[in-house]
C-alpha cells in the first residue's frame, strides 16, 4: 500500500480521551480523526473556492459514509454518537460576541471583541495594581470575567459538530442551526463580531490590545471546512457572507499594527499566525496570497525556531516548556499539510542548517516515551496529546522515524484514543 493511502487512514485529533473500545473501533475513530484535523497527503482536493477544504479529507469522510450507509456496526455506533451530540446542540445557542458582555472595549463597541492577558497579574506595589506585571505561564483567574472567549469557542465545537452531522446525516436541521449559530457570529448587525482583535490580550494598565492576543481566533480555524461541509444546506448569501468576513479579517491581520505585530513574533505566535492567514485566505479563494505567507514568513522562521539538533530555543525558555515546544510544532504539521495541497514541501524543508521538522519531533520522542527526563522547566504538567497526533502523521511522511519506546508508551490500538470532541 502506498504512503498516501497509508496515510489515509491514519489519525490526528486534538485531545485525548479514555476509552475501552475495540482495536476495529479505535480504527474507525482514529479515521474520523484524520478527516478532521490533516486530512490525507496527496489527495486531490479541489482548486480555491466552493468547494475546497484544508483541514479535512473529502476522499475519507466519504469512505467512512459509505461504511455506515452499509450499516457497519462500529460506524454506526461512532456516528451515531455523533449525531446524538448534533441532536443536544440543537436547543443550544446562538453564541455571540455580544451576549454576556460584562466590560467592552475602548470605544464601547459590543461588537469588538476583548480578552485580557492571561499571565499578567496586578503590581501588589502599587495600589491600584497597575501597570500589571507578567509571570509567565500562570494564569490570572481575572481572565474569565471576560466572556468573548468562551462565547467564540461554544460556537465554533457546535458548528464543526453541526457540520459533520449533516454531511452523515443529510438532516436539514442541524444545516439550519449551523446557519444559525454562523450567521449570528458573523453576520447579523445585531451579534456580529467586528473582524478584528484591536483588543485581544489587552494588559491592565499596559495597553489596549497587543499583536499576541491573535492566537486566540485560532478557535475559528475549523470554521472554513465546517462551510464546505455544509454548504449545501447553507443559503449561498450566507457562504458569501462568510467568505467576505474572513477577507476582511484577513486582511485586517496582514495591514493591521497587531496583526504586524504578531507575524513578526519569533515564537509559536507567529507559526499560529501563519496557519490563520494561510487558512483564511485559501477559504476565501486567494490562494496567492497563502502562498506569499508561506513562502515569504513560514519557510524564513526555520532557522529561527530550530536549531540543527531539533531543540525550539524559544519554546524551551518558557516556564512550560514541554507545553509550548509541542504546540509550537503542531502548527508547523498543521502548516505542512495545508502546504502540500499546494505543491509546498515543509515536512523536509531546511534552511541554514537547521534540519527542520522531523528533527524537532525526534528531539521530542526520548522525552515523551520515558527515554529521558525532560530536563527544562514545565510549570504545567506534561501533556502527549500533541506529539501523538504529530506521531500519527509523522511514521508515514517518514518512514524512517525510530518509534519503538514511543509505541512501547503509546502503542497506537490500545491507549486512549484520538478524539476530536
Given amino acids: 500500500m502506498s504512503s498516501v ?26 479515521t474520523l480523526i484524520l478527516i478532521l484535523v490533516f486530512g490525507c497527503i496527496g489527495c486531490a482536493q479541489s482548486t480555491a473556492g466552493t468547494n475546497r477544504v484544508h483541514l479535512f479529507s473529502m476522499a475519507d469522510l466519504e469512505k467512512t459514509n459509505q461504511l455506515y450507509r452499509a450499516h457497519d456496526h462500529n460506524a454506526v455506533i461512532q456516528v451515531n454518537n455523533l449525531l446524538k451530540q448534533a441532536d443536544s446542540l440543537l436547543t443550544q445557542g446562538p453564541w455571540s460576541v455580544t ?6 472595549a475602548p470605544g464601547n463597541n459590543p461588537h469588538d471583541y476583548l480578552s485580557q492577558a492571561p499571565y499578567w497579574w496586578p503590581d501588589s506595589s502599587k495600589a491600584d495594581g497597575k501597570p500589571y506585571i ?32 449533516y454531511h452523515f446525516s443529510k438532516k436539514a436541521t442541524y444545516a439550519k442551526k449551523a446557519g444559525q449559530l454562523l450567521k449570528t457570529w458573523f453576520i447579523d ?16 494598565g499596559v495597553n489596549e490590545g497587543r499583536g499576541i492576543g491573535i492566537i486566540e481566533t485560532n478557535r475559528l480555524l475549523p470554521i472554513p471546512d ?34 504586524k505585530a504578531e ?14 492567514v494561510v487558512v483564511y485566505t485559501l477559504f476565501s479563494g486567494d490562494e496567492a496570497t497563502a502562498r506569499k505567507e508561506i513562502t515569504d514568513h513560514t519557510i524564513p522562521r526555520i532557522a529561527k525556531q530550530f536549531t540543527a539538533d531539533g531543540r525550539q530555543p524559544l519554546e524551551l525558555a518558557r516556564t512550560r516548556a514541554w507545553d509550548y515546544s ?19 514541501d515543509l515536512y523536509n524543508k531546511t534552511v541554514d542548517g537547521s534540519k527542520g521538522i522531523k528533527t524537532a519531533l525526534e528531539f521530542l ?15 504545567g504538567g506534561y501533556e502527549y496529546g500533541n506529539i501523538r497526533r504529530m506521531v500519527h502523521t509523522a511514521r508515514v511522511v517518514y518512514p524512517d522515524l525510530k518509534l519503538k519506546a514511543f509505541d512501547r508508551k503509546f502503542p497506537e490500538g490500545n491507549d486512549p484514543l484520538m478524539f476530536l470532541f
Avoid at 451576549?99 to 467592552?104: G, N, R
Avoid at 507575524?263 to 490563520?276: A, P, Y
Fill in 5 to 30: 493511502k497509508i496515510l489515509q487512514m491514519r489519525a490526528v485529533g486534538f485531545r485525548l480521551v479514555n476509552c475501552s473500545l475495540s482495536r476495529s473501533v479505535g480504527r474507525l475513530i482514529n
Fill in 134 to 165: 507578567r509571570k509567565d505561564g500562570r494564569r490570572n483567574p481575572e481572565i474569565y470575567e471576560l466572556h468573548d472567549a468562551a462565547q467564540m469557542e461554544k460556537m465554533a465545537s457546535a458548528v464543526k459538530k453541526l457540520a459533520l452531522a
Fill in 326 to 344: 509541542n504546540m509550537n510544532l503542531m502548527a508547523w504539521y498543521r502548516l505542512a499539510f495545508i502546504a502540500q495541497q499546494l505543491n509546498i
Fill in 365 to 379: 520522542l526520548p522525552y515523551a516515551a520515558g527515554e529521558q527526563a525532560w530536563p527544562y522547566q514545565e510549570i
Fill in 189 to 204: 448587525p445585531a451579534t456580529a463580531m467586528n473582524p478584528n482583535l484591536n483588543y485581544a490580550q489587552y494588559v491592565p
Fill in 263 to 276: 507575524q513578526k513574533e519569533l515564537n509559536n505566535h507567529g507559526t499560529w499566525f501563519d496557519v490563520q
Fill in 226 to 259: 465546517a462551510v464546505t461541509l455544509l454548504q449545501n444546506g447553507l443559503d449561498a448569501n450566507l457562504v458569501n457572507g462568510l467568505k467576505d468576513w474572513f477577507k476582511a479579517y484577513t486582511q485586517w491581520l496582514l495591514t493591521s499594527k497587531n496583526g
Fill in 99 to 104: 451576549f454576556d458582555k460584562k466590560k467592552t
